[in-house]
């Protein structure tokens, strides 16, 4: 009986394997495998704005420094600490008792001498008195003539006011205190914010890389939005107003290598204060015939150098090296190695080699929940 079963085990075993071997023998007689398929993109050259993001911080637009012209003792403040004043507004009121009085005696000594000048200039047509008696006193008059108005200048400097508008901050003198003129610390400081200056730095190597773009033809700067800039908060928000390129420092920091760049902000709720970190989004120029390719479509060498794939007219696969500019959002920016009209391949790169042929249909992008990155916001250079 055990003999029997084990005999109609391998029998089965037998009739199996035979099927197995046949049938794999058929599916061989059956030709090639089919052709692999996979997804292009067809090159098409387009405008481009490239933009560079730039670190920086936030100036006041006028600063002024309130120090006193006179000396003397502080009478009264009267501003409130961290208040917008207007120019012109009183701001401290220094004691002008003996500026006053100053004022009164040269003023005294001028309407004695007014009235002898008047007497000796009848007396001098008669002769009655020598020229030089004349001149002495009309040298005397115009000296006592300087003090006066000298004096009713230092009246008016013990009222200090304010030089332009814009926010004071905190005061470093109480009432009472003891002031002098020209003293290096100031009474207080007043800063106008709105418009707000931010102050940015750029490397002279981009400053050169731009110009020889420009020279080449590669990049029109002569766009109306030229000049425009956006502005990114430290914690990354966008800030709602656009500001404008005012102009580009002529010297270069030897210890940096960068120049200044300075650019406007409109700033009318103050959101932005003097000394924040920002970043700057400025535009570089508009790359008219521009290459893009889905970075998802760009490999790696063993070296670390880009390259494609890309199938020709005939469909068959072609490896191609890169150079590439920038990533702008989710594409490289291509400075050299394709042309318009060719075909990359960006999915199904797994089944391209070299030298064989593929089925191309077009590469449909999958949009991101969280909505598509911005095509125009580059980020670092790569080679």
């Known amino acids: 009986m055990k003999k029997e079963y084990r005999h109609g085990l391998m029998t089965a075993a037998v009739i199996i394997a035979t099927g197995l071997i046949f049938g794999g023998c058929s599916d061989k007689a ?68 003996l500026y006053q009085a100053a004022l009164d005696r040269s003023e005294a000594q001028l309407s004695t001498l007014q009235l002898k000048e008047k007497r000796l200039k009848e007396l001098l047509s008669d002769k009655a008195v020598s020229r030089q008696d004349y001149d002495d006193t009309s040298a005397a008059l115009k000296s006592v003539q300087a003090e006066v108005q000298a004096a009713r200048i230092n009246l008016k400097y013990t009222t200090i006011t304010a030089p332009i508008s814009g926010r ?57 939005n030229q000049k425009k800039v956006r502005l990114r908060m430290d914690d990354g928000a966008e800030y709602p107003l656009t500001g404008t390129l005012q102009f580009r420092d ?13 650019m406007v902000f409109p700033n009318p709720k103050d959101v932005l204060l003097p000394g924040m970190f920002v970043r700057t989004v400025v535009q570089e120029g508009v790359n008219k015939q521009a290459i893009l390719v889905p970075q998802q479509g760009v490999s790696r060498d063993p070296k670390g150098n880009p390259l494609v794939f890309i199938a020709d007219k005939d469909g068959k696969v072609e490896q191609r090296p890169l150079t590439l500019d920038r990533a702008l959002g989710d594409a490289w920016l291509v400075s050299s190695g394709l042309a318009a009209g060719e075909r990359v391949i960006v999915e199904g790169m797994q089944k391209a080699r070299p030298g064989i042929n593929v089925k191309t249909v077009p590469f449909e992008k999958k949009e991101k929940s969280g909505g598509a990155n911005n095509p125009q916001t580059p980020s670092s250079k790569t080679n």
Request: no cysteine; net charge neutral; proline share 9%.
């Open 250 to 262: 002529i010297s270069v920091d030897p210890s940096t290598g960068s120049v200044i760049l300075r």
């Open 168 to 224: 004071i901050g905190k005061s470093s003198v109480t009432v009472g205190a003891l002031v002098t003129a020209h003293q290096p610390v100031a009474l207080a400081t007043i800063q106008q914010m709105d418009p707000m200056y931010v102050d940015v730095t750029q490397s002279t190597a981009d400053i050169l890389r731009l110009r020889n773009l420009l020279v080449k033809g590669q990049l029109d700067q002569n766009g109306k």
């Open 30 to 97: 059956g030709g090639p495998p089919p052709t692999p398929e996979v997804a292009v993109v067809t090159i098409e050259p387009k405008p481009v704005t490239l933009t560079t993001e730039l670190p920086g911080r936030t100036a006041a637009y006028l600063v002024a420094e309130v120090r006193p012209q006179v000396n003397g003792i502080i009478q009264k403040r009267l501003f409130t600490e961290g208040a917008d004043v207007r120019s012109g507004q009183v701001l401290f009121q220094i004691d002008p008792a």
